[in-house]
T-cell receptor, first 116, second 114 residues
């Protein structure tokens, strides 16, 4: 199947700093990628839809100024957590599909963010 | 928007027994229903999916059934093995907004005991 690579897999940062997470589709082009957040022992909650060449679409309750998404190319989307606080600590994971809406979504390996 | 409910939240079975996980969805426009297996700290892995034009799909020990009228779908794992132990998530998508925007269920922690 297709491969989605996410980097870094783990990051620890200080409160008030910003962290950038990258999501790459390695062997296919993805006009749309998705960013999810997962708390321990909880489900994946969609944060935003990342659209290549246009603004991301954020889910209700997600602060767009805090979670900056950039989808500059057909193979790369980035999520920047700005002015991170301990409550932003979580598992962030992206997904992308090769084809249409009813095709398999491939997930990145996830990023464990810890804000201290 | 779409709401997906999943039951049970935990499930313990003896090795060799069957396991059934059930999900319901709210959006009648949803047309794609994947099931994912996630091990601790790892990415979700697709184990089976079904589209709305099909009522049942089977892949070796895994099967999924879909009842569009009742808006529910179920995962069936037969002859369970210890390596089946993981968290399983159902999801639904209505194909809107581009790509494959999934709404996930709350997850089921499956434990297969020896």
């Amino acid at each position: 199947g297709a491969v989605v690579s996410q980097h870094p897999s783990r990051v620890i940062c200080k409160s008030g700093t910003s962290v950038k997470i990258e999501c790459r589709s390695l062997d296919f082009q993805a006009t749309t990628m998705f960013w999810y957040r997962q708390f321990p022992k909880k489900s994946l909650m969609l944060m935003a839809t990342s659209n290549e060449g246009s603004k991301a679409t954020y889910e209700q309750g997600v602060e767009k100024d805090k979670f900056l998404i950039n989808h500059a190319s057909l193979t790369l989307s980035t999520l920047t957590v700005t002015s991170a606080h301990p409550e932003d600590s979580s598992f962030y994971i992206c997904s992308a599909t090769e084809g249409g809406a009813d095709t398999e979504a491939f997930f990145g390996q996830g990023t464990r963010l810890t804000v201290v | 928007g779409e709401n997906v409910e999943q039951h049970p939240s935990t499930l313990s079975v003896q090795e060799g027994d069957s396991a059934v996980i059930k999900c319901t969805y709210s959006d009648s426009a949803s047309n794609y229903f994947p099931w994912y297996k996630q091990e601790l700290g790892k990415r979700p892995q697709l184990i089976i999916d079904i589209r709305s034009n099909v009522g049942e799909k089977k892949d070796q020990r895994i099967a999924v059934t879909l009842n569009k009228t009742a808006k529910h779908f179920s995962l069936h794992i037969t002859e369970t093995q210890p390596e089946d132990s993981a968290v399983y998530f159902c999801a639904a998508s209505n194909g809107k907004g581009g790509g494959n925007k999934l709404t996930f269920g709350t997850g089921t922690q499956l434990k297969v005991e020896l």
